[in-house]
């Protein structure tokens, strides 16, 4: 593995009418996968609209990859269905990470990201220096299903001795 950049904690907050795989409802679970790293959430049983609040952390080597969303519904007898997928950058939020932004005032917005249909974000997002951190709140549209939208929030997690980029 190359050089450690930092940590990447993706908190999965909450799903927004995903789609329904079982009789009227669904019990949706989130797998994120970057590179060889795959992280999941835990199932959410019978909820289209689930809030897991949960920290899941990258170990960042290569930040040019993308991360690789994928809501499944987790079914017991058969393989569990897919509710939706989206692949995001992180590019940008780490471009943010590596600027000098110590001398700015919390809540200061570092970038703004507009939707596009590449992005799959819902709505603009904005990219923060809040409370000495790095921190992204977005909404993204999920792929390839009916419906469904999952909000998640990045933060950057550095290590000790490892600001050499």
């Known amino acids: 593995m190359d050089h450690l950049l930092g940590l ?3 908190r999965v ?3 927004i009418n ?4 079982d009789v009227r409802t669904s019990d949706p679970y989130v797998v994120l996968k970057m590179g060889k790293q795959k992280l999941k959430t835990r199932v959410m049983k019978k909820n289209v609209n689930p809030e897991w609040n949960e920290d899941l952390t990258f170990s960042i080597a290569d930040p040019t990859l993308p991360i690789k969303l994928t809501v499944y519904d987790k079914d017991t007898f058969s393989q569990d269905d897919k ?10 939020f780490v471009d943010a990470v590596r600027m000098n ?3 700015n ?5 570092i970038r703004t990201m507009e939707p596009t249909p590449e992005n799959c974000l819902c709505a603009e997002s904005h990219i923060m220096w809040l409370d000495g951190k ?14 469904g939208e ?14 050499s980029w």
Do not use: H, Y
């Open 18 to 21: 995903l789609a329904i795989r």
């Open 105 to 109: 005032p919390s809540g200061t917005i």
């Open 150 to 163: 999952v909000e998640l929030q990045l933060q950057w997690i550095s290590l000790p001795g490892s600001r």
């Open 13 to 15: 907050v909450k799903g």
């Open 134 to 147: 790095v921190i992204q709140d977005f909404c993204l549209r999920l792929k390839n299903v009916e419906c």
């Open 83 to 92: 509710m939706g997928e989206v692949e995001f950058s992180i590019q940008p």
């Open 8 to 10: 990447l904690r993706v």
């Open 101 to 103: 932004l110590e001398s």
